[in-house]
């Protein structure tokens, strides 16, 4: 996971598993996003037409010969094009606000089917929570202290605050878990079901 080189740690980004997308020289915060009930952590944050450039039929006949339309003269209009670029938000524009951040996606599977039909995944939410914090705190081990900042979609946020009970619980020969609870300095929540959700409306998705 070691970005050196390259802050911005232009990679396709795994669908399970803590990744770091960005990574400063000297961070001074931890970033951490987790994705939602069916979500991705590359695609639940990415914005597909998040960059929009615009060109004319005028710009484009500087590279490309012209269309039968454009050879019709003066009373042909010029159209305008627009060409968009993906936007992921925690790599291309996160960067730019907090620079001294070092930025981190978590993914793991909650799909309740498959297409291709291999077994369900039947972890919990306690399972994932768990898994979540032995990656974290390997990933952070050489700097257990610095600040962290979880920004969560829908059952990310589950899992994010059952994690930080059990970070926060640890005794006996793990202690070492405990910096990240004492670490964290807050969680954005988008969409998270504090109150709990209607699971028939889950299996209906």
């Known amino acids: ?6 802050p911005t740690c232009r990679r396709l980004v795994p669908p399970t598993g803590l990744t770091v997308v960005v990574n ?5 915060l931890d970033i ?6 069916t ?6 944050w990415t914005h597909p ?17 012209p ?3 454009q050879k019709l003269g003066p009373f042909s209009k010029s159209s305008q094009k ?3 670029t993906a936007v992921y938000w925690p790599r291309d524009l996160l960067p730019a606000t907090v620079p001294s951040a070092r930025v981190l996606t978590y993914g793991y599977d909650t799909h309740i089917r498959h297409k291709l039909g291999p077994p369900l ?11 979540f914090l032995v990656a974290l705190e390997a990933e952070r081990r050489a700097e257990p202290l610095r600040p962290a900042l979880f920004v969560v979609h829908s059952l990310g946020g589950i899992v994010v605050k059952e994690m930080l009970r059990r970070s926060s619980s640890c005794h006996r020969g793990q202690t070492h878990f405990q910096h990240i609870f004492s670490s964290t300095m807050g969680i954005v929540f988008f969409g998270t079901p504090h109150g709990g959700a209607d699971p028939r409306g889950i299996h209906k998705a």
Not at 1 to 6: I, V
Not at 32 to 37: C, D, E, L, P, T
Not at 53 to 61: C, L, P
């Open 24 to 28: 400063p020289d000297m961070p001074s």
């Open 49 to 65: 037409k998040g960059d929009a450039r615009h060109s004319t039929d005028e710009e484009e006949s500087l590279v490309e010969p």
């Open 121 to 131: 995944n039947k972890s919990t939410v306690y399972d994932i929570a768990w898994d």
């Open 1 to 6: 996971m070691d970005g050196s080189g390259d």
């Open 82 to 84: 627009t060409f968009h």
């Open 67 to 69: 269309t039968k339309r």
């Open 39 to 44: 979500g991705h952590p590359e695609r639940t």
């Open 32 to 37: 951490i996003f987790v994705h939602g009930f």
